[in-house]
């Protein structure tokens, strides 16, 4: 605790967490919204870092639309593992 409040590692705090999608959603939001304003073959053949990936949802999402590569890259490794 730090004034009261909890310290959450690597900058990550319980709020965001409400607000992430849960594990087993099929779509996000952001993606939906690149997919109308660029095509559904945004991803087709591009390679994909994903840098602060949490669960690597975003990094699984644009290898299924066609990524010839996505990576996901977090520090936090309970959310990897």
């Known amino acids: 605790l730090r004034n009261n409040k909890p310290v959450f590692n690597y900058g ?12 087993f959603s099929t779509v996000d939001k952001r993606i939906d919204a690149l997919l109308r304003l660029r095509g559904c073959n945004v991803f087709a053949g591009k390679a994909v870092l994903d840098l602060g990936c949490n669960s690597g949802f975003v ?19 309970a959310l990897i593992s």
């Open 12 to 23: 990550n705090y319980d709020p965001y967490y409400g607000q992430r999608y849960d594990r």
């Open 59 to 77: 990094t699984f999402l644009v290898a299924a639309l066609g990524a010839s590569r996505a990576e996901g890259v977090d520090i936090d490794l």
